[in-house]
């Protein structure tokens, strides 16, 4: 049997591995367009490759991919986060945990895991081929036949296929998958921090609020947790999450919309009106400034108090009644006009790519063309930031390998 792997990133790797493993007689060939392989994970999560996250709940890791999360609930009995520890370690990589839950490689370097892959590809003799793209697939006889750029060799037929390409940012990059007969979800950037130019809050930059909640305005999209204040924006994983399940939606608004932060995470105003009251008698004599509520960083809450013009050298016990309107309503509800994206650096990834209508969710093998394979982000499938992103290729990569009919 010949088993053509089309892409030498993450997902192709495992891909290959696996289908090696699973079929030790076959001969795997494993494509590259490029000179390198595996260029994103040497670059990812700042080089240390934040590999996977420490999250063994099958339904609560599924939740963290906006798209994809319901297929791959089905896909991770097969291969989870535990696989993943396990399948590294045991090739000579341990990973470990940070707080947050994501896992790196305990070298931290993502040559760790680059060589890991790279190893077992050559003791299990897969063919490595560089600079070789391909252009077309089509279907002939028992065999798909695929067509290089290369000059040396226009075709080859091979008995499975399993196309790991990787996100792309156009339609265009997925046309040759679309003309099989495949739906693409059109792709549009996930993964990005908001811009808002100018607005006064940027001079806060560099500070986090660590519990906020954000509403965007007119939608149903809302996020919770720690906010960076950035000098072109608002970023951290609040600003992450939402950018991620809200993908379509802010494209869609051509990422021009109105956010409203909730500062203190608290959505009962009756409750921000008891803790101000508690200050103010505990603290009658305190300052405005001396005395924060919910501990706010204390250059925000100077901010915020100026926003809404009450001095910070007010005295808490002389508060009146109009000023701590403002203030629970600032505190609540702070609205914010943005306009424009950036790409996150650490980690982006592409929302959109071959739908699952035309997969089967088991095996990964195409409905139009048999004996062909998806696996990684070429698939409508991806995650917020903390390493599900490859988790999602390892799991995928992993069971397109087993070729499953
Ligand atoms: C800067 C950055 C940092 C990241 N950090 C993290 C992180 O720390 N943790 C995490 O979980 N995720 C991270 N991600 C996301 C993660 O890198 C991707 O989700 C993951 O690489 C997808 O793997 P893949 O194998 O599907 O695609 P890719 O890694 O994109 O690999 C696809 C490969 O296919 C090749 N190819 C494409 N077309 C053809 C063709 N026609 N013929 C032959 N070869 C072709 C490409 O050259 C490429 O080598 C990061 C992404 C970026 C951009």
Redesign the pocket.
Known sequence: MRIAI????????FAAISAKTHHPKAEVCL????S??????R????G?????HACFSISELSKAYPRGGKNLKKLFPIFNVADTIEWFEKRGVPLKVEEDGRMFPLSNSSESIIQCLQKEADRLKIKLFLQ????ALRQANNTIELSFQRKDTSTQNFDKVIV????SPSLK?LA?LEELGHTIAPPVPSLFTFNMPKNPITQLMGLVAEKVQIRIQGTKLKSEGPLLITHWGISGPAVLILSSFGARILSDLNYQFKAQINWVNENNSNRIVEHLQEIIQLHPKRKLSNERPYALPDRLWTYLLTKIEVSPDKIWGEMGGKAMNKMVSILSNDVYELNGKTTF?????TCGGLSFEDIDGSSLQSKRIKGLYF????LDV??I?????????WTT?FIAGKLLE
């Open positions: 089309i892409g030498a990133g993450a997902a192709g790797y494509f590259e367009k490029s390198q392989t595996l260029a994103k994970v670059i990812s999560g700042g240390r490759c934040n590999v996977t070789s793209a391909i252009v790991t390409t990787g996100g990059g040759w650096k650490e980690e982006f990834v696996a990684g982000e070429v991806d995650a930031t903390g390493g599900y992103n490859f988790q999602a290729a990569g």
